[in-house]
Nanobody
């Protein structure tokens, strides 16, 4: 099976930046869309961003537009999420996701999920 492992989470002050990474192992994901989902305590999981297999198309939740950037490097089997101008409400566990179509990532219906990495933004 495919395993997704996130890294790069941590504690940051409001207005600061973090770069999350997700590395895939096992079955190749060269033809998969990938993305990020987050979950704050007591809340439902919500879509953050997705990127097509080629990296030519990206999709963002409204709260992420202009602040977050998703990218991928298929030679490293890795997807990234650059998060700038972080706000306290961005505090959540961030999960890496992969699927044959970006639509299922947007709908929080991904075939594969990582374990998550904690992002905490202090105000």
């Amino acid at each position: 099976q495919v395993q997704l492992v996130e890294s790069g989470g941590g504690l940051v002050q409001a207005g600061g930046s973090l770069r999350l990474s997700c590395t895939a192992s096992g079955r190749t994901l060269s033809s998969y869309a990938m993305g990020w989902i987050r979950q704050a305590p007591g809340k439902e999981r919500e879509f953050v961003a997705a990127i097509s297999w080629s990296g030519g198309s990206t999709y963002y939740a409204d709260f992420a537009k202009g602040r977050f950037t998703i990218s991928r490097d298929n030679t490293k089997n890795t997807v990234y999420l650059q998060m700038n101008t972080l706000k306290a409400e961005d505090t959540a566990v961030y999960f890496c996701a992969a699927d044959t179509r970006y639509r299922d990532i947007v709908l929080v219906r991904s075939d594969y999920w990582g374990q998550g990495t904690q992002v905490t933004v202090s105000s």
